[in-house]
């Protein structure tokens, strides 16, 4: 069996004396796993950047089989990340998010959002939106559409801790201290202030640790803390 495809390059670890194990989002293929043959090489190790969009060529006899990769450098990053440190941490913890999803199921919105985030400026906003559809596609999608309560689709203002809901002010008033803030960018269009990237964050920190890390016994990975604090300093 034999496909070749786009990829971004999410993980490599090493096989043996010269080979590695390279993990990569491929354009409708999703998260896939392959052997390198002398992907510790100079050469290839060059190449094999998580972060680096690449041409996959991957080859088994039977379709389970963890197959060869071959590889070719499409769009090298990992010297500009490296120059840039909210970049890296950034790429850093994209990659991480996307090695959550299953093997071989396709999940091209969220490798589309993974480029566009990686290739512009770091963006806490967008960080935010994309670990929200990261949620999503686990099967753990926050309701943000109406209110658990009342069923308002207006002023919503929080969002309960329990069940990933939305809550309008009026009826989040008796419960404030319970609930986690919903900041307004993440529901209609508009400007997000450092304090709403700080609070999105929380949010869907707090969704990732309660339906994912947790469950999977993760760590959380620490450039995620870094990164909160550098795109909210202002709050």
């Given at each position: 069996?034999?496909?070749?495809?786009?990829?971004?390059?999410i993980?490599?670890r090493?096989?043996?004396?010269?080979?590695v194990?390279?993990?990569?989002m491929?354009?409708?293929?999703?998260?896939?796993?392959?052997?390198?043959r002398?992907?510790?090489?100079?050469?290839?190790?060059?190449?094999l950047?998580?972060?680096?969009?690449?041409q996959?060529?991957?080859?088994?006899?039977?379709?389970?089989?963890?197959?060869?990769?071959?590889?070719?450098?499409?769009?090298?990053?990992?010297?500009?990340?490296?120059?840039?440190?909210?970049?890296?941490?950034?790429?850093?913890l994209?990659?991480?998010?996307?090695?959550?999803?299953?093997?071989?199921?396709?999940?091209?919105r969220?490798?589309?959002?993974?480029?566009?985030?990686?290739?512009?400026?770091?963006?806490?906003?967008?960080?935010a939106?994309?670990?929200?559809?990261?949620?999503?596609?686990?099967?753990?999608?926050?309701?943000?559409?109406?209110?658990?309560?009342t069923?308002?689709?207006?002023?919503?203002?929080?969002v309960?801790?329990?069940?990933?809901?939305?809550?309008?002010r009026?009826?989040?008033?008796?419960?404030?201290?319970?609930?986690?803030p919903?900041?307004?960018?993440?529901?209609?269009?508009?400007n997000?202030?450092?304090?709403?990237?700080a609070d999105?964050?929380?949010?869907?920190g707090?969704?990732?640790?309660?339906?994912?890390w947790?469950?999977?016994?993760?760590?959380?990975?620490?450039?995620?803390?870094?990164?909160?604090e550098?795109?909210?300093?202002d709050?």
């Amino acid at each position: 069996m034999e496909w070749t495809g786009e990829a971004l390059l999410i993980g490599v670890r090493r096989h043996g004396e010269t080979s590695v194990i390279a993990e990569a989002m491929v354009a409708g293929r999703g998260r896939h796993l392959g052997l390198v043959r002398g992907g510790r090489t100079r050469r290839l190790a060059a190449v094999l950047q998580p972060g680096n969009t690449i041409q996959l060529t991957w080859r088994a006899r039977l379709e389970d089989q963890l197959g060869m990769f071959t590889v070719e450098l499409l769009t090298a990053r990992a010297a500009a990340l490296i120059e840039d440190r909210t970049r890296l941490y950034l790429s850093q913890l994209i990659c991480d998010h996307l090695r959550l999803l299953p093997e071989r199921d396709a999940h091209d919105r969220l490798l589309g959002m993974a480029l566009r985030l990686i290739d512009s400026a770091p963006d806490g906003a967008d960080l935010a939106r994309f670990e929200l559809a990261v949620l999503e596609d686990l099967g753990f999608g926050l309701d943000l559409a109406s209110c658990a309560a009342t069923g308002s689709t207006t002023d919503l203002t929080h969002v309960s801790p329990k069940t990933g809901r939305a809550v309008s002010r009026a009826a989040a008033q008796p419960y404030l201290d319970r609930l986690l803030p919903l900041p307004s960018f993440l529901t209609t269009r508009g400007n997000a202030s450092p304090h709403d990237i700080a609070d999105a964050l929380r949010l869907t920190g707090h969704f990732l640790q309660q339906q994912v890390w947790g469950p999977r016994q993760i760590e959380p990975s620490p450039t995620r803390e870094l990164l909160m604090e550098i795109l909210s300093r202002d709050v």
